[in-house]
Structure formats: C-alpha cells, structure tokens
C-alpha cells in the first residue's frame, strides 16, 4: 500500500531502551528520517539515515534500516521522561518528487 | 541554525473570514517549502509544495482556491485559508529544505492552531 506504518503506543520505564519500529513502502527512497513531536509543538528533526546505510548512531539514539524488508527503527538508550512525545518516521519518496511521507506517529510515554 | 518560525502559533477567527499564516527560515535559504495539515492524533498530511517564484503544486483533493499559497522569496511563504470555516480547524505545520545541505533534511516550523468559530 501507501502507508507507512506505525504502532501507535509504546510505554517504558525511565532508564530503559525503546524502540520504535516502523515500515515503509517504497523501495526507491533515499532518506529516511525520524521526528519528535511535542504537545503542540512543530517536528524536531532527530535524525536520518541514508537508505544506503543499515545503522546510524548518533549519542542516545539509534537507527537501524532493513531495506530487503523496508523496515525502520529508532533505539533511544537510557529513555529519560523528558523523551516523552510522538516520534514520526518519514520516507522521502525519489519517485515523487521527493516528498515526505510520514507514518502515523507513535506515542513514547515514559514513566519514572 | 536551520530556525523555521511560523507566525501566528494559534489563530481565532470567524467563519467566512481569511486568515494568513506566514513560514520563515531564518538563517537559511529555503528553495522548496511545504504546507501540511494535522488532524488530532493523526499524521502530517502534504497539502503543497512551494518552490520560491512558481506556483505551487497541490496534492490531491486539496483545493487550490481555499489554500491559496505564495512564496515570494527564498525564506518567506505564506497560506492563506479564504473564507474559513469550522471544518478547516486545525494544526497546520510548514517545513523548508536547504539549499547548501543538498536538500537532505527539511527543517519544521512551530505550526499554527487554527480554530474558526
């Protein structure tokens, strides 16, 4: 399909890992991004991966890239309260235009 | 660095009316800027593309004469919203590419809360 996929909620303890997983479609995108969102607030760009590279790590976070299965992952390490949003992942799509695409967020709700 | 400022951050207005939301890129040029919408608890969804000088491409179902979007120059667009109603209450978010990083990342503004009563 169209989509890119999220699962919804995802809840930790302060001090855990998290991972959030995500699934893309389309074969031909060139980068790969994750964002935060926070209550109200705009996205923050936390990083991306060139769909050329299988890893990135960039301090608490990060990204792992499967592209024979089109999946994406965000670790963030030592998951602090403040991590606490909706994290977006997003293809840019080669193919049309170079258009972000995002999945449907998903909820990191941290408890301490 | 890579500052995008969108102005206002939350907007009431009356049905019928227009309302102008104004995507700054502050320390960059941005050639490309985009217009999303974001319904409660939902995704981000691409209304249009604005490249500095041209006209804007729309995506599908967005009606370009309600969305009316200008790009003057390389850090200033604008959506205007004409003659608003309650169903076009929302979040609306722009985003600006960089030219010098090679168009990789695409830097977001605070977004806009528009309610129209």
């Known amino acids: 399909g169209e989509d890119v996929e999220q699962s919804l909620f995802l809840s930790v303890r302060e001090g855990d890992s998290s991972v959030i997983n995500c699934t893309y479609t389309?074969?031909?995108?060139?980068?790969l991004y994750w964002y935060k969102q926070e209550p109200g607030a705009g996205l923050q760009l936390l990083t991306y991966?060139?769909?050329?590279?299988d890893m990135k790590q960039d301090q608490r976070l990060t990204v792992l890239l499967n592209k024979k299965d089109k999946h994406l992952s965000l670790r963030i390490a030592d998951t602090q309260t403040g991590d606490s949003a909706i994290y977006f992942c997003a293809e840019r799509r080669y193919n049309q235009g170079g258009k972000l695409i995002f999945g449907q967020g998903t909820e990191l709700s941290v408890k301490p | 660095g890579a500052v995008v400022s969108q102005h206002p951050s939350r907007v009431i207005c009356k049905s019928g009316t227009s309302v102008k939301i104004e995507c700054r890129s502050l320390d960059f040029q941005a050639t490309t800027m985009f217009w999303y919408r974001q319904f409660p608890k939902q995704s981000l969804m691409l209304m249009a593309t604005?490249?500095?000088?041209?006209?804007?491409?729309?995506e599908q179902g967005v009606e370009k004469d309600k969305f009316l979007i200008n790009h003057a120059s390389l850090t200033l667009s604008t959506l205007t919203v004409t003659s608003a109603h309650p169903e076009d209450s929302s979040f609306y978010i722009c985003s600006a590419r960089m030219w010098d990083r090679g168009n990789t990342e695409a830097f977001f503004g605070q977004g806009t809360r528009l309610t129209v009563v």
């Open positions: 389309d074969s031909s995108s060139t980068y």
């Open positions: 604005s490249n500095e000088g041209s006209k804007a491409t729309y």
């Open positions: 991966i060139f769909s050329n590279m």
